[in-house]
């Protein structure tokens, strides 16, 4: 098919919210990658029933589309390869329900996850799942992700919480799964299926979250060590205390060094590593768990702080929310890998990567999300260097190797996506790959969903 006859043909489907000018195109050819594609066009649904007639065209004309949302994604996922229709589910935004009577709130998947969250405080509610990127990912991206973040470790994932799903399947048709109930054994699980696919199986266009009531109070206790190993022997003891921090979150040093270069916060420039605790529920719980934790800190030679009023609490948070945009600040096309251990071996993950740095001669940056085992490993490289980014390259695969020996996992929380796809036989066996390629054929025979993704 010529690109006029193209571009006159999809235009027919939703006319006035198809994009095909260059310009436009450039613009949702990226995310928080360095990947990079160019689309054939980039449809604007803003309902359902737009999303089946595209998908139901794309299928018919044998064209790739690819689910967006806000493009945050570190992996690559939302990328086009090939000829791909952008399917960007922005004006899909409407908060459809809070249902207060069965703790539900019902919303499309471009949705902002920050949006719901300050929606959800005005009634006393909370939506736990709050990655860093909170103020500008999309809900239908963090289901299509199972994103995670700081609160995880004691409230779990995005999959935790969803209940029910909307999916436009790869042909047009709706497949309707789960909904507002709280427990539901009919069958297989078809809506954890979809949590964490990628969009590799289908659009989802419609969310049911389970909702919490907010905590009564929450404390905030920043502390300070001069060794990294002291921060790394902290996080293991207070995860195998009989305490569950709301949250425990870890900086090193050149993620301090890079965050005060990007903005002055005020964060200890001499300290080798940084825990960001909190402790949350009732009253005499909080304070409890906040003397417990800082015990164990103290105990392994951390100076602690307590962050005593809501302005010294956001003002920490968003210092940790800008460790990402400060080291991309410092290296553009810096490699962020997303790696998890099991609790009990984050000290020797950290040992790890201190070798792999000095192997390679590369500075890493290292933080994350310590109280799941999640470490968010940054190796500063720069692609114009093409000696350092090819040693930098042979870090990754001792870092995932390390991992796995380790008996981790290579992504806790960002997918597989573009970036990932050729380490995934280092942790997948051959029957679990091949059983997943079948399940992706059952949903998408024709291959048009997300295709390149995942699989090498
Ligand atoms: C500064 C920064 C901090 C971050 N911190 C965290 C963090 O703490 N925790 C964390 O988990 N992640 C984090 N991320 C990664 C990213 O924000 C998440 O993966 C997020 O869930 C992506 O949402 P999005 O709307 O941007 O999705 P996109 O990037 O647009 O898409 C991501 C994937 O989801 C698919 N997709 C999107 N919408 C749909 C849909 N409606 N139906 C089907 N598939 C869909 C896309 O095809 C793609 O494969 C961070 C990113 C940045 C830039």
Known sequence: MSFGLFNKKIDNILPGRVLTDREDLVCYGFDASSREGMPLAVVKPVETDDVSRVAAYAFNNNHPIVPRGAGTGMTGGSVPLKKSIILSLEGMNRILDIDEKNMVACVEPGVINAHLQEQLEEKGLFYPPD?????????????????????????????????????????????????????????????????????????????????????????????????????ARTVTSITASSIIPRTLEIMDHESILAIESYKTYGLPLDADALLLIEADGSHSAVSNDAEKIADICSFNNGKVNVADDIYSRNRIWEARRSISQALYNIKPSKINEDIVVPRGRVPDMFAELRNISERYNLKIANFGHAGDGNIHVNIMTDKSNQEEYDRAKKAVRDIFESTVKLEGTISGEHGIGLTKKDFIDMELSEVSIKLMKEVKNVFDPKGIMNPGKIFP
């Open 131 to 231: 990655p860093a990127s909170m103020k500008f990912c999309t809900l239908g991206g963090n289901v299509a992700e199972n994103a995670g973040g700081p609160r995880a470790v004691k409230y779990g994932v995005t999959k935790d919480y969803v209940l029910g799903l909307e999916t436009v399947l790869p042909h047009g048709r709706v497949l309707n799964t789960g909904g507002k109930n709280y427990k539901d054994v009919v069958g297989y699980d078809l809506t954890r299926l979809m949590v964490g696919s990628e969009g590799t199986l289908g659009v989802i266009t419609k969310i049911f979250l389970k909702v919490l009531p907010l905590p009564e109070e929450i404390t905030t206790l920043l502390c300070t060590f001069s060794k990294l190993d002291d921060a």
